[in-house]
């Protein structure tokens, strides 16, 4: 498991109180859009909004860790 906070904090001298958003913008300056993070995602088959934020998510954890 990644813990995101302390990956940030360790690399880039920065804190963001755990939240991808707050890490995104700051390190890779981009909002992150997180409407889709409330939706239901119990609801099957998933939409394909919903899995493009899942896959953005994923993409951006990514690209801070690397």
Do not use: F
Not at 21 to 35: F, V
């Amino acid at each position: 498991m990644l813990y995101l906070n302390a990956l940030v904090q360790t690399v880039y001298g920065a804190s963001t109180g755990g939240s991808l958003s707050s890490a995104t913008t700051q390190i890779l300056a981009k909002p992150l859009d997180k409407r889709m993070q409330v939706s239901n995602w119990e609801d099957r088959p998933l939409s394909m909004e919903q899995v493009q934020y899942a896959a953005l998510d994923a993409h951006c954890l990514v690209q801070i860790s690397y």
